[in-house]
């Protein structure tokens, strides 16, 4: 069973900063594709970014300039930095590991941006 633990989320007014965490088993970190999803009231999962094993990063266009994913090979954990929030960043945000045999989730860490 892959577990995938995430942390971070919470309130933050609109222009400020928030840096989410999942943390993995070794073998899942090691061996997946890592990423982060969000899904808001109403609307579909969505991504917002992946990093591979080897640190290649892609992001949403919405993501793109604002929030930074990055990974911890010692802590088998990835963060994502994110930066300028708005109202419209609101959502659970989801940890995701995927690989040949594996398609995880993470529990999920609610994110609101609100004054």
């Known amino acids: 069973q892959v577990q995938l633990v995430e942390s971070g989320g919470g309130l933050v007014q609109p222009g400020g900063s928030l840096t989410l965490s999942c943390a993995a088993s070794?073998?899942?970190?090691?061996?997946?594709?890592m990423g982060w999803y969000r899904q808001a009231p109403g609307k579909q999962r969505e991504v917002v970014a992946d990093i591979s094993i080897w640190g290649s990063t892609d992001y949403a266009d919405f993501a793109k300039g604002r929030f930074a994913i990055s990974r911890d090979s010692a802590k088998a954990t990835i963060y994502l930095q994110m930066n300028s929030l708005k109202p419209e960043d609101t959502a659970v945000y989801y940890c995701?590991?995927?690989?040949?045999?594996?398609?995880?989730w993470g529990q999920g860490t609610q994110v609101i941006v609100s004054s």
């Open positions: 995701n590991a995927k690989n040949s045999a594996t398609d995880a």
């Open positions: 070794e073998t899942t970190f090691r061996r997946s594709i």
